[in-house]
């Protein structure tokens, strides 16, 4: 088939397969318009035919890159928790003695649960767990695949080295997750912002971290 030599080179390029390199910044853009969706409509009343609008796609698009509004959802999530293993994995935990490698994995993670995205997808989450069941694996499965392995990661080496005495450093893991963010994810879910601003999270953060290594240093 001949090509017409007078279409210029730019319109080929709207017709034809996306351009190399694209694909991961066409991905990002989906991902941040179903975060606006979500944050607006809630689950329940999101739609694939919204995030489509939003993004200016179609829903095919969609459809290419997610298996329905349950894994655009997990992505969203997906993102939000990277962004929280980047800046752990970044800080060379596995350098840091136990009590300040503790307490940057803490900050971390309070840090990124008071941003006021990431709180409105965990209240969206919480809220329509018992509706939508599969929220909550996904949310489960992409806090499991990122944070607690870095955590349960840094505990398993410093088991190793002697650090820490701990007879499962992954269950510890979940452990020590579940003491720093259970108060916070109450205030979240019952609280409201004016509870949240007066949350003294760096000495919750400092008592969850006496506690733990009390159990998990080693008797001279």
Known sequence: MMIDAQVPQAELR???????GTEHARTAALINAATRVFL???????????????????????????????DLLGAVISK???RMSTVL???DL???????????IADTITGRARDPDAAALFRIVATEAHRFPELAAKMRENNQRCVDNVVAGYLRAQVARGGLVLADPDRAATLFLQMICAELHETLLFGGEAALARLDSKSHVAHVIDIFLLGATPRK
């Not at 709207?14 to 190399?20: E, L, Q, S, V, W």
Request: aromatic share 6%; glycine share 8%.
């Open 89 to 91: 994995a970044t800080a």
């Open 40 to 70: 607006q409509e809630g689950y329940g009343l999101a739609s694939i035919d919204k995030v489509a609008a939003e993004a200016g796609v179609s829903t095919r698009t969609i459809y290419e890159r997610f298996k329905n509004k349950a």
């Open 94 to 104: 596995h350098r840091l003695e136990p009590r300040a490698a503790l307490a940057l």
């Open 80 to 82: 939000l928790v990277d």
């Open 14 to 20: 709207k017709r034809g397969r996306p351009r190399r």
